[in-house]
């Protein structure tokens, strides 16, 4: 199992920028990929990025261009950088893992509240 511990959230007026962490500790010579998830209320859970440990990254197409996904290997951390901020992403950001094998591990979550 992997732990993961979310930081960083808060609340921000629109057009303003916030940085998301989480770090990641058991076992986590298994994890493959790792994403940002969030989910607002009354709607579903969906992935906002995600980043394999090659580096290579997908985002959802609401973010792209705002948000930037990065990761530590060496550190086990994870980070998402959130630029030019809407009332629409005001949402509960979840960090997770998914290891080797596709099982996933989820933190959290931290709340991200954006202001018009």
């Known amino acids: 199992q992997v732990q993961l511990v979310e930081s960083g959230g808060g609340l921000v007026q629109a057009g303003g920028s916030l940085r998301l962490s989480c770090a990641a500790s058991g076992n986590i010579f298994a994890i493959n990929f790792m994403a940002w998830y969030r989910q607002a209320p009354g709607k579903q859970r969906e992935l906002v990025a995600i980043?394999?440990?090659?580096?290579?990254?997908n985002y959802a197409d609401s973010v792209k261009g705002r948000f930037t996904i990065s990761r530590d290997n060496a550190k086990n951390t994870m980070a998402l950088q959130m630029n030019t901020l809407k009332p629409e992403d005001t949402a509960v950001y979840y960090c997770c893992v998914i290891r080797v094998g596709g099982r996933q591990d989820w933190g959290q979550g931290t709340q991200v509240t954006v202001s018009s």
């Open positions: 980043i394999n440990s090659g580096g290579s990254t």
